[in-house]
Antibody
Framework: EVQLLESGGRWVQPGGSLRLSCAAS????????MSWVRRAPGKGLELVAF????????YYADSVKGRFTISKDTSTNSLYLQMDILRAEDTAVYHC????????????WGRGTLVTVSS | DIQMTQSPASLSASVGDRVTITCRAN??????LHWYQHKPGQAPKLLIY???TLHTGVPSRFSGSGSGTDFTLTISSLQPEDFATYYC??????????FGGGTRVEI
């Protein structure tokens, strides 16, 4: 059974940094493309970042480009999202999601971790 | 950027009702359209991918159709566990994908 468990979310002040983690199990993590998707309060889903199975390709939404970094550690089956220069508008529940065939079909998701950016 | 518009934004329905949600793209996405169900505090679930393919384990009362710019998710007979928010997502410009605004299905 595929399991994705996010952690690391908490309250942080604007301009601060945070690293989110996603522990993956139940599938071949090293071969899988992964993404972070967030849902801000009262809003819909938004893709934040994508990393290919080989980690050779990454993609970021314009809203986070230059501030967030996605990475994979295949030795620990973990996905990360380093979030720097956080803004109030980054407040959201962040989900990690597994890609079915590397075509942005998200077939498994975690429950998410809440990030609150506020002074 | 491809914009995805869902309608309605919310709807009220009863158990046993037939429910239809539409999703429109502002340019063609051929068949690269996927549907998700999301309940508060839970992980979103993939229901249908590539417009009409039912994901493993999803009940057959869910179905999807459409191509190009207009797509539909249908629940043939609404069940109590189906009350949730539904999102469409285009994968035409992967990995630069985008989601619809969501449709909340309420009792």
């Amino acid at each position: 059974e595929v399991q994705l468990l996010e952690s690391g979310g908490r309250w942080v002040q604007p301009g601060g940094s945070l690293r989110l983690s996603c522990a993956a199990s139940g599938f071949t993590f090293r071969n899988s493309a992964m993404s972070w998707v967030r849902r801000a309060p009262g809003k819909g889903l938004e893709l934040v970042a994508f990393i290919s199975g080989s980690s050779s390709t990454t993609y970021y939404a314009d809203s986070v480009k230059g501030r967030f970094t996605i990475s994979k550690d295949t030795s620990t089956n973990s996905l990360y999202l380093q979030m720097d220069i956080l803004r109030a508008e980054d407040t959201a529940v962040y989900h990690c999601a597994k890609d079915l065939v590397g075509a942005s079909i998200f077939d498994s998701w975690g429950r998410g971790t809440l990030v609150t950016v506020s002074s | 950027d491809i914009q995805m518009t869902q309608s309605p934004a919310s709807l009220s329905a009863s158990v046993g009702d037939r429910v239809t949600i539409t999703c429109r793209a502002n340019q063609t996405i051929t068949g690269y359209l996927h549907w998700y169900q999301h309940k508060p505090g839970q992980a979103p679930k993939l229901l249908i991918y590539l417009a009409s393919t039912l994901h493993t384990g999803v009940p057959s009362r869910f179905s999807g159709s459409g191509s190009g710019t207009d797509f539909t998710l249908t629940i043939s007979s609404l069940q109590p566990e189906d009350f949730a928010t539904y999102y469409c997502q285009q994968g035409f410009t992967t990995p630069a994908v985008s989601f619809g605004g969501g449709t909340r299905v309420e009792i």
